[in-house]
């Protein structure tokens, strides 16, 4: 799960990062990922 999470997030970042905006959006989209498989991860120990 965490590996398609990651690479969803990627391309995400690739194909919308033609202005920094776009970029901004980006990293926050893939911070937000990261900031939910990290809870799930913890619930589940």
């Given at each position: 799960m965490t590996r398609l999470t990651l690479t969803l997030?990627?391309?995400?970042?690739?194909t919308a990062c033609e202005t920094m905006q776009g970029l901004g959006r980006d990293v926050e989209t893939t911070g937000e990922v990261i900031q939910t498989e990290s809870v799930e991860t913890q619930q589940g120990m």
């Amino acid at each position: 799960m965490t590996r398609l999470t990651l690479t969803l997030a990627t391309l995400m970042f690739l194909t919308a990062c033609e202005t920094m905006q776009g970029l901004g959006r980006d990293v926050e989209t893939t911070g937000e990922v990261i900031q939910t498989e990290s809870v799930e991860t913890q619930q589940g120990m």
